[in-house]
């Protein structure tokens, strides 16, 4: 069983799986909530400052990968945005 995802309840007879809090992404946030139910999808944003990387998501999604429980799509990534990428760390203007 994943080491991300693994809670089971109970909810009216049905088995429901539950995720834990997604996890971090350097320099990302996402809104919490209580509990990520199965098929829950977390949206990350990127800090102020930084941008998607070209080619990531800015998702996740919680599924049930063979007897698994997990998040779905590691490939979110926040880079420095443009300006910051562009601008001389140290300037001698």
Do not use: K
Request: glycine share 8%.
């Amino acid at each position: 069983m994943s080491h991300e995802c693994f809670r089971y309840t109970f909810l009216c007879g049905f088995s429901v799986l539950i995720c834990e809090d997604p996890p971090a992404v350097p320099h990302a946030t996402y809104q919490s909530r209580q509990r990520w139910l199965n098929g829950s999808t977390v949206i990350y944003t990127c800090d102020v400052g930084y941008e998607m990387a070209e080619g990531s998501g800015n998702d996740r999604t919680c599924d049930v990968i063979g007897s698994d429980v997990q998040w779905r799509n590691n490939s979110v990534n926040c880079v420095p945005g443009m300006c910051e990428r562009c601008m001389p760390m140290s300037s001698t203007w």
